[in-house]
């Protein structure tokens, strides 16, 4: 079974546990919300367990943040580690989908007898956990990672290939932006919840883009089909 449909059947067996969230759902809309269930992002982290890349995920509400904790594999040390992760700012426009992201309360601890020298900075108490920015810069970092400094990433999904060279993704994103806007991101006590922002441009910005992007491309196609003799 795919990834998509494994998160189809996910989804609808929660619907029916939860029947609640269809009118939540409703009411967000109206208010230009969305709640993501933390349940979801459990079953996300549980098949990235599947895949090898993490162990023994858990995630735990700590609002207006999420604490994440998983066994992973840094620099060949196998290390039980925790983080309360805050998204402070969100950008979101055709050339960029870009997180702000703050990490508090950090810890890691070495799983095993390893003998490596991060697992020795570790046991020592060397390294300093409180700006993980730091340490990433001397990591292979994968490509959506913008900027890493003291306890702050940013994290650009644009720099993903089969995100930024999508062009029905950026199509997308040049008819939606000017519409609505993502504003914030920041957790309760079950959900993450999506803030949005409609017009942040104003209208003008927002007309033209349905003209640039939908009218004039669609006015073309029939332009295109009409006889030249007509």
């Given amino acids: 079974m795919s990834i998509a449909s494994r998160a189809l059947s996910a989804a609808s067996g929660y619907l029916r546990r939860h029947p609640g969230e269809i009118s939540r759902a409703i009411r967000n809309l109206l208010g230009l919300r969305a ?12 098949q990235a367990a599947k895949g090898g890349k993490i162990e023994d ?22 290390v039980r580690a925790s983080a309360v992760v805050y998204i402070d700012r969100v950008s979101l426009d055709p050339d960029q989908i870009r997180l702000d992201v703050r990490l508090e309360e950090i810890w890691m601890e070495v799983i095993g007898e390893s003998h490596t020298p991060v697992a ?29 400094k003291d306890n702050k990433l940013s994290i650009d999904l644009m720099r993903e290939p089969k995100i930024g060279d999508n062009p029905v993704i950026r199509q997308a994103l040049s008819v939606v932006t000017p519409l609505v806007t993502l504003h914030g991101i920041q957790s309760d006590d079950d959900h993450l919840n999506i803030e949005f922002r409609a017009l942040p441009r104003g209208v003008g910005s927002a007309a033209s883009a349905v003209r640039t ?5 669609g006015f073309k196609r029939v332009r295109a089909l009409i006889p030249s003799f007509l």
Avoid: C, N
């Fill in 57 to 78: 995920p858990v995630i735990t509400e700590v609002p207006p943040g999420l604490r994440v904790t998983a066994s992973v594999d840094l620099m060949k040390t196998p």
């Fill in 35 to 46: 709640g993501l269930p933390v349940d979801a992002l459990r079953w996300l982290m549980e």
């Fill in 213 to 217: 992007h939908l009218f004039q491309p």
């Fill in 120 to 148: 020795a900075l570790l046991r020592s108490g060397a390294l300093d956990l409180s700006k993980p920015g730091e340490l990433a810069k001397y990591m292979d970092l994968p490509p959506v990672i913008v900027e890493a």
